[in-house]
């Protein structure tokens, strides 16, 4: 009860902030746009895959690391008001509030990324298949809980929404454009492919690629392994650190 009363008033705030819903469509739709449709006729990908289409499944990704890294401000203004103190002195063990954060956060950029994939669809930059949609939601789940749950992390250590915000830019805009998002990886120099092949974002990328435009870099079972382990460490660190927060 406690997990999905947390995730209830989660999803209640994203649905009636109605400014945060198209507010997230801004910046992805931006890069797609205008980025993609710049580079379209001056790049071409191995494979005969147009650069507009290699893009979107790398927006969807960038849409799913922002919003759900971004949903730990929820904590911290939770801190800041005083929700915080009334949730941690609730006779319900800490790892429920952990998991109802980390359900409701990575839900709201679940739904964040299927609006932007339907648009994508409406745009003609992709064309998939509902199989390929309902295949896409697992993969795009685990991203977003691993983010949700680094977001979480940070923000029971800081208290001011500001600081947390600056500090999140400068996170994850390398977490995204060291991810595999806006380029190939195979052809990269060895240092730089050694960071890409590191971060956990690019097999979650690779993932949604390989079943939205049949183009991946790794094999699909390697993409879902790595995410799944990745967001059950950050699932543990994250119960961790609200077990320690005061």
Do not use: C
């Not at 409701?104 to 064309?127: M, N, P, Y």
């Amino acid at each position: 009860m406690a997990i999905y009363t947390i995730w209830l008033r989660e999803m209640l705030h994203f649905i009636r902030d109605k400014s945060r819903i198209i507010g997230s469509m801004g910046m992805p739709l931006f890069f797609l746009l205008f980025i993609g449709t710049g580079l379209n006729s001056a790049f071409s990908v191995p494979g005969g895959v147009g650069y507009m289409e290699f893009m979107a499944p790398g927006i969807v990704g960038m849409i799913l690391l922002f919003g759900s890294i971004f949903s730990g401000l929820n904590v911290v203004a939770d801190k800041q008001f005083g929700f915080m103190k009334e949730m941690l002195v609730a006779p319900v063990p800490r790892s429920s509030l952990v998991l109802g954060k980390t359900l409701g956060g990575a839900s709201t950029a679940l739904l964040q990324a299927l609006l932007l994939l339907s648009l994508v669809f409406l745009l003609g930059a992709v064309k998939f298949s509902l199989i390929a949609l309902l295949l896409v939601i697992p993969i795009m789940f685990f991203i977003s809980a691993s983010f949700v749950n680094i977001g979480i992390i940070f923000a029971t250590r800081i208290s001011d929404p500001h600081g947390f915000q600056v500090i999140m830019n400068f996170f994850i805009m390398p977490l995204f454009f060291l991810s595999g998002a806006l380029f190939p990886v195979d052809n990269l120099p060895g240092w730089l492919k050694i960071l890409v092949l590191a971060n956990p974002l690019t097999y979650g990328i690779d993932g949604l690629r390989g079943i939205l435009i049949g183009h991946p870099t790794f094999p699909l079972w390697i993409d879902f392994t790595i995410l799944v382990v990745f967001s059950a460490i950050t699932v543990l660190i994250g119960a961790y650190a609200f077990e320690k927060m005061q």
